[in-house]
């Protein structure tokens, strides 16, 4: 069955950088549109990164533009979240999502398969 299983996550002090881990099985990684969402205390889920299957395409929420970098190993079936100047209301539940041949990026009803989330949580 599909699985994408998130890694990396953990507590850093604000400034400080993390980088996530998606890593996917069960599915044609290659032709998966990837996508990165965050859910902090109190708050709806709401979008972070996206990548298009091609790679060709790429979305940052403005919360994040700057800050945070999207990538993609389609040979390893594994999506990356690099995460700079982390500051604390970036602290959330980080969850990938993999959508095929995705052509929306920020609406999280468009994703077909979730991962169960990593914490990361930025201390101020």
């Known amino acids: 069955q599909v699985q994408l299983v998130e890694s990396g996550g953990g507590l850093v002090q604000a400034g400080g950088s993390l980088r996530l881990s998606c890593a996917a099985s069960g599915l044609p990684f290659s032709s998966h549109t990837v996508g990165w969402f965050r859910q902090g205390p109190g708050k709806e889920r709401e979008f972070v990164a996206a990548?298009?299957?091609?790679?060709?395409?790429?979305r940052y929420a403005d919360s994040v533009k700057g800050r945070f970098t999207i990538s993609r190993d389609n040979a390893k079936n594994t999506a990356y979240l690099h995460m700079n100047s982390l500051k604390s209301e970036d602290t959330a539940v980080y969850y990938c999502a993999a959508e095929p041949w995705g052509g929306t990026y920020e609406d999280a009803n468009k994703f077909s398969y979730w991962g169960q989330g990593t914490q990361v949580t930025v201390s101020s």
């Open positions: 990548m298009s299957w091609s790679g060709g395409t790429v």
